[in-house]
């Protein structure tokens, strides 16, 4: 079910694990955008393993990588400025802003530390390194989706899912 990934993590294979599953239909179809966007990340170069830069690819093959990555980031970009507004929305919605402000604004620290490092490799395309950037967006998105669901979005869904919860049916 599990492959090494480049970055040596433990990263799903074909779909979403269940264990990366909140519960939550809303969150969950995004993560699969996510998710998606990991398996896309992983076809742009042809050999992501070993290839230690783009220096043996034809122009042809560097300009291919090149827009693949740009789609990718792209997609990446839109999709966490819409994930992340509609996780913090639920945190304002649900109250959990209120009761435990110090674990929504470490959620909250979390999503601009992603939307910068996905900021950061769009400033920094050069297709003479789209492997080095495809390697580092990997481990970006392996991370984001073995410990920020994990950890942060698990615990916005506990919340809203709670019996007293308002939004519990609404999400």
Same mark, same amino acid.
């Given at each position: 079910m599990f492959e090494?990934?480049?970055?040596?993590?433990?990263?799903?294979?074909?779909?979403?694990?269940?264990?990366?599953?909140?519960?939550?239909?809303? *969150?969950?179809?995004e993560h699969q955008?996510?998710?998606?966007?990991?398996?896309?990340?992983?076809?742009?170069?042809?050999?992501?393993?070993?290839?230690?830069?783009?220096?043996?690819?034809?122009?042809?093959?560097?300009?291919?990588?090149?827009?693949?990555?740009?789609?990718?980031?792209?997609?990446?970009?839109?999709?966490?400025?819409?994930?992340?507004?509609?996780?913090?929305?639920?945190?304002?919605?649900?109250?959990?802003?209120?009761?435990?402000?110090?674990?929504?604004?470490?959620?909250?620290?979390?999503?601009?530390g992603i939307s910068?490092?996905?900021?950061?490799?769009?400033?920094?395309?050069?297709?003479?390194?789209?492997?080095?950037?495809?390697?580092?967006?990997?481990?970006?998105?392996?991370?984001?989706?073995?410990?920020?669901?994990?950890?942060?979005?698990?615990?916005?869904?506990?919340? *809203?899912?709670?019996?007293?919860?308002?939004?519990?049916?609404?999400?």
């Amino acid at each position: 079910m599990f492959e090494q990934g480049i970055g040596g993590a433990g990263v799903p294979a074909d779909t979403m694990p269940t264990g990366l599953l909140t519960g939550n239909r809303t *969150i969950d179809l995004e993560h699969q955008e996510l998710f998606a966007a990991l398996k896309a990340a992983r076809t742009i170069c042809l050999d992501l393993k070993t290839y230690s830069s783009c220096a043996g690819c034809g122009e042809a093959r560097h300009q291919q990588c090149e827009q693949a990555l740009v789609d990718v980031l792209g997609n990446v970009l839109s999709f966490v400025l819409d994930h992340f507004k509609t996780e913090e929305s639920i945190m304002r919605d649900s109250l959990l802003m209120m009761i435990d402000r110090e674990l929504c604004q470490v959620h909250m620290e979390d999503h601009a530390g992603i939307s910068a490092m996905v900021e950061r490799m769009v400033r920094e395309l050069d297709s003479t390194q789209t492997v080095s950037l495809v390697r580092e967006l990997d481990q970006l998105l392996t991370r984001w989706v073995a410990q920020h669901i994990a950890t942060h979005d698990v615990a916005l869904v506990n919340w *809203i899912e709670r019996e007293d919860s308002a939004l519990r049916t609404s999400f």
